[in-house]
């Protein structure tokens, strides 16, 4: 794929492929969406998302996809219906791709980001899905770990870190990721363009 899109699964569906169809897109780029890419049906009539996401989190598909060499880069779809980093899993996808040097671009209405953009960042209570499904526990404890270890304390890198530390940063860094959205929403329409000018922060 050319690009991985990062969205949220509660979000109106006619509303989602409007803004990336509005986001100038080629008509040769492939995307990949996890709603499509990967079997959740949880059926028993196709592989279970815990087999396809794997026991490595960071060695699963998004985290696979987001450092592949072809990719240009990763859309981050922000909807009217739930804030993007409510969600675990794009808080996930967001620090892989500052971690990788991906490219992020944000699509959506300017009015949408520039309403999320007032709302305060709070990654502590973010959360994978509906609560209840064990793979979704799971799921929560492995993402929290892995987003600890690369954001929390840097003195033990093979250990978790602290929680407050990683999370604060996290929460600095999505509010200049709305930011940045709802600056270049502000003066390209309906949608804009965020490039690596937001990075880790070395000064937090």
């Known amino acids: ?28 780029d492939a995307i990949w969406v996890c709603a ?12 279970s998302i815990a087999d396809q996401l794997g026991l490595d989190i960071q060695a699963g598909p998004f ?4 450092c592949m060499p072809q990719l240009h880069g990763m859309i981050a779809v922000h909807t009217s219906y739930e804030d993007l980093y409510t969600r675990l899993w794009c808080i ?29 960042a709070d990654s502590v209570r973010a959360i994978c899905g509906p609560s209840g499904l064990s793979y ?35 929460n600095c860094i999505i509010h200049e990721h709305r930011a940045a959205a709802a600056a270049a929403a502000s003066q390209r329409g309906s949608d804009g363009v965020l490039s690596n000018a937001v990075s880790r922060p070395n000064a937090l």
């Not at 499509?36 to 592989?47: C, E, I, M, V």
């Open 36 to 47: 499509f890419a990967l079997y959740q049906n949880q059926d028993g009539h196709g592989p």
């Open 92 to 120: 996930m996808e967001l620090s892989d791709a500052l971690e990788y040097g991906v490219h992020i671009s944000i699509c959506g209405r300017p009015d949408v980001i520039a309403r999320q953009l007032q709302q305060q």
């Open 136 to 170: 979704m526990i799971d799921d929560t404890r492995k993402i929290r770990t892995m987003l600890e270890r690369a954001w929390g304390t840097e003195s033990s890198p093979m250990a978790p870190g602290t929680g407050a530390p990683a999370y604060e940063k996290l």
């Open 1 to 28: 794929p050319h690009y991985l899109i990062s969205h949220v699964w509660s979000e109106c569906f006619d509303e989602f492929v409007e803004a990336i169809v509005h986001h100038g897109l080629r008509e040769d």
């Open 63 to 66: 985290s696979q996809i987001l």
